[in-house]
């Protein structure tokens, strides 16, 4: 049971790079989320995925598309790198409304 | 639009002493609340939470937070800190939210508590 599981955990990209970050649960959840998180700012909402089939907007979504591939997986898509996307980047889930988030260990992403 | 704001970027406490981070929220009903803890280049790890009920909830590692409906206030204390719990703290807010969605927590900025032997 590994709960929630991202990749890569680092990566250096170039400026107008594109890629794409993993986020995978084990847990059964409905609900799964990006966040950012920057020194000073902590964590804002980038996307989310409130079930299966549906993804939203969050507070920081410019520069980023989101795929809830299956109840298990979603990705988040950098299309073309800017370095005011360097930040470390956390996948997270609840099971039921806004309840206990779990989240995975991190991304960190350097964009040159 | 729902908000944290944690007024203190940084506490050093002395090792033995009492511990209080200050969380305000500003939330039209009555929200979920949430302290998680941050250790350097780990996830969050969930101290507490208070969803209903009684005011003052216990959480793990000794840490306990009082909502206070009057003062929009979440407080966390501990009595006694150890060097291990040098980390970050961020208190967050979350919308009550019933049919298995949900929208997401907003974090505050967090504290950084530096622990002094």
């Known amino acids: 049971n590994a709960g929630v599981t991202q990749t890569p955990k680092f990566q250096v990209l170039k400026t107008g790079q594109s890629m794409t970050l993993q986020c995978a649960q084990d847990?059964?959840?409905?609900?799964m989320y990006w966040y950012r998180q920057d020194p000073g700012m902590g964590l804002r909402l980038i996307y989310y995925?409130?079930?299966?089939?549906?993804?939203d907007k969050g507070e920081v979504p410019n520069g980023y598309n989101v795929s809830r591939l299956n109840k298990r997986e979603f990705s988040l898509r950098l299309e073309s790198a800017a370095p005011s996307q360097t930040s470390v980047y956390f996948c997270?889930?609840?099971?039921?409304?806004?309840?206990?988030?779990?989240f995975g260990s991190g991304t960190q992403l350097s964009v040159l | 639009a729902q908000s944290v704001t944690q007024p203190d970027i940084h506490i050093t406490v002395s090792e033995g002493a009492s511990l209080e981070l200050r969380c305000n929220y500003s939330?039209?009903?009555?929200?979920?609340l949430f302290w998680y803890v941050q250790s350097p280049g780990q996830g969050l790890q969930l101290l507490l939470k208070?969803?209903?009920?009684?005011?003052l909830v216990q959480g793990i590692k000794g840490f306990e937070a009082e909502f206070k409906r009057s003062q929009s206030s979440f407080n966390l204390r501990k009595p006694s800190v150890h060097w291990s719990d040098a980390a970050e703290y961020f208190c967050?807010?979350?919308?009550?939210?019933?049919?298995?969605?949900?929208?997401?927590?907003?974090f505050g900025k967090g504290t950084h508590l530096i622990i002094q032997p």
């Open positions: 997270a889930t609840t099971p039921l409304g806004n309840e206990k988030l779990f």
């Open positions: 847990m059964n959840h409905n609900s």
């Open positions: 995925s409130a079930s299966e089939g549906t993804t």
């Open positions: 939330y039209g009903a009555t929200p979920y």
């Open positions: 208070y969803f209903s009920g009684d005011t």
């Open positions: 967050a807010v979350g919308r009550m939210y019933s049919g298995g969605g949900a929208d997401g927590l907003t």
